[in-house]
């Protein structure tokens, strides 16, 4: 039923002229026109979404093809993925499809009373309230569903929010089960006339809270926006087809029975038929198509090798194995290991001096009057280094000031050397604005630490970064009136929907076993309204896990773009996935086993079991 519904649309598109044959029926940006042929469509033009939108914006062609397709879809009572890839600006497409979408039924009957939800990560939701306020200030009627539980609740009781044509809010309600009044107030009032899910990837898992409690939220139209939607997992399709299609999934009670439909379609057979249905409702355009006129990014790795201190540190890791606990730990600790020393617990602290810690804290109150000497002590032991130093730097206990690290401490990683050089480098003496990503909002502390040592001006935007704050740092850092050369993000929180045009050079400081996680940390500067060529650094730690994780990415990377391209690699890709997975989880394994066995000559260290490959990749 799902394949003929495709091929229904596909008809459809095609007689507006807005489809391609090839890739299975997805949608090629070369061959997309924007005229109309046999078919009663009538196209959206530049004039319309001025009328309904407001005279300032104006849309590019893939823009106006990407509204265009929207409209259709909704008209023959379908819904898509507008799956662009990312900068090619989907928040501006969805903003004029909602409002191109809201004038045409006004049009037809002035009655009409349909709002719209956009939900979207809190990382953007500043951004998404901004963009509505600037592009289209003919929608007076756009309000910010967030805020504490009190303020929630008299949100629900505003007359501003029941009137509002569109409501902005967060997956947050979704993904908390203490949250069910907010998803009861959401429900009360659907069908909504749209659903939009800004960052829709997020919805990779069906069987989680998230993705449940959504695809419970009635809406005529469902809209998903992702830069990266199609990647080789047969969950992550099936869980975009099950949200953009309850209705019909839930008559053949696939939710039902999620292992089993999963099991099946595990197979390149099963991969190949999800894409196949899923294609028609995917429109998918590349910057290098449309955008010709967008600076290069160029690419840069910067490989270090650990010096014997640094190398030492790694190596005793493994001597813990039991200390870890699991694999999964102590492939963590590697990493942390591999980025910067004081992430862990080693020798700038002996166990006189933590105890003395504890004791300041238990007179100043550190952690809460209850905590006496021993429920601290427990609490200290398994800080790091950092950690411990980040105690003594605190302004409540000045007792502890000689125990601070000195500045020389941040230079025992062979990254934070190569940034000593890069970093001035690239602001002083090339006059250039500096994203500079991590995973690790820990790190982005010592980053902090190793910019004021060399006396660079930072600004910072991690998960904890207030959301009334962002905007306001994002558009300064823009528009120069920062003193901010360097802008520290976190790679999860802050890669995500954010604009940050007014840096040309990004530096990834530990990469991420998901390439598109540094991706799209890479577009936040490589966008439209970028002016300037980007750089793009990576920083790698050689001989260490660092390196695998890299040649990992670079292989999901390499399948994910042959997945996405023109033409038909299905049978290709579905063919070399599997053992390809499967030889690099052996790598992984054979790097965690040469650890191992490296120090276990060194040290003769009593050595835990080792984990098959396959329970490695499953862990990662």
């Not at 495709?6 to 044959?21: P, V």
């Not at 130093?389 to 605190?394: G, K, L």
């Not at 790698?540 to 292989?555: F, H, M, Q």
């Not at 063919?575 to 394994?589: G, I, N």
Request: hydrophobic share 40%; aromatic share 6%.
């Amino acid at each position: 039923e799902c394949g003929a519904y495709a091929a229904k649309l596909i008809t459809e598109l095609r007689s507006a002229g807005l489809a391609s044959s090839t890739r299975h029926g997805a949608l090629c940006a070369g061959e997309m026109v924007s005229s109309t042929s046999s078919t009663d469509f009538k196209p959206l033009d530049q004039a319309e979404v001025r009328r309904c939108c407001g005279p300032d914006l104006k849309l590019r062609p893939h823009q106006i093809v990407g509204v265009n397709w929207l409209l259709l879809l909704e008209r023959v009572g379908a819904n898509g993925v507008l799956a662009d890839d990312m900068g090619l600006g989907k928040t501006i497409q969805t903003i004029a499809y909602l409002a191109a979408s809201r004038a045409r039924k006004l049009a037809q009957d002035p009655s009409y009373q349909g709002r719209d939800v956009v939900v979207v990560p809190a990382s953007t939701l500043g951004n998404w309230q901004r963009e509505f306020s600037r592009w289209a200030p003919y929608e007076k009627r756009v309000v910010v569903y967030h805020g504490s539980q009190l303020e929630r609740s008299h949100l629900r009781a505003d007359r501003d929010v029941r009137n509002a044509h569109v409501i902005l809010t967060t997956y947050t309600w979704w993904e908390r089960e203490a949250c069910e009044e907010d998803r009861a107030y959401f429900r009360s009032h659907a069908p909504w006339a749209h659903v939009v899910l800004d960052e829709g990837h997020n919805l990779r898992n069906p069987d989680a809270s998230r993705s449940r409690h959504l695809r419970r939220l009635g809406a005529r139209s469902r809209t998903v926006l992702s830069g990266t939607p199609i990647m080789n997992r047969p969950l992550d399709l099936l869980s975009l087809l099950l949200f953009l299609m309850p209705d019909l999934f839930r008559d053949c009670r696939v939710t039902d029975r999620l292992e089993e439909v999963i099991a099946a379609m595990d197979s390149v057979g099963g991969v190949k038929k999800l894409r196949e249905l899923l294609a028609p409702f995917c429109l998918r355009r590349v910057k290098q198509d449309v955008l010709q006129s967008l600076p290069p990014k160029t690419s840069h790795i910067r490989s270090v090798e650990l010096d014997s201190k640094q190398r030492k540190a790694y190596l005793s890791v493994v001597g813990k194995t039991k200390e870890y606990g699991s694999d999964q730990h102590l492939f963590t600790a590697l990493r942390k290991a591999a980025n910067h020393p004081l992430l862990l617990k080693l020798d700038k602290y002996t166990d006189e001096q933590r105890a003395r810690v504890a004791r300041e804290c238990v007179y100043a109150g550190f952690f809460g009057a209850q905590a006496d000497l021993s429920r601290v002590q427990s609490e200290l032991a398994s800080y790091d280094d950092f950690s411990i130093h980040c105690i003594c730097a605190e302004a409540s206990m000045p007792g502890l000031r000689d125990l601070c690290l000195k500045p020389e401490v941040l230079y025992e990683s062979a990254k934070f050397k190569e940034l000593r050089t890069l970093l001035p480098d690239l602001v002083r003496t090339q006059g250039r604005r500096v994203l500079l990503f991590s995973q690790w909002t820990r790190l982005l502390d010592l980053m902090v630490e190793l910019c004021n040592d060399l006396d660079l001006g930072t600004c910072r935007l991690d998960g904890n970064t207030p959301i009334a704050e962002r905007q306001g740092m994002v558009a300064a850092f823009n528009d120069g009136t920062s003193s901010a050369k360097i802008f520290l993000l976190s790679t999860r929180a802050g890669g995500l929907g954010i604009n940050l045009t007014g840096a040309d050079a990004v530096v990834i400081h530990d990469v991420d076993f998901n390439p598109e996680i540094d991706r799209q940390a890479e577009d936040r500067a490589h966008r439209i309204g970028q002016t300037k060529p980007v750089d793009v650094y990576r920083l790698v730690a050689e001989g260490t896990v660092d390196r695998d994780i890299l040649d990992l990415a670079a292989r999901k990377r390499a399948v994910n773009e042959r997945v996405m391209a023109s033409g038909d690699p299905l049978d290709e890709v579905g063919a070399e996935a599997a053992p390809d997975a499967a030889s690099v989880a052996a790598a992984l394994s054979k790097a965690l086993e040469e650890y191992r066995t490296a120090n276990a000559e060194a040290d003769d260290l009593e050595i835990g079991p080792q984990k098959s490959a396959e329970e490695l990749l499953r862990e990662r």
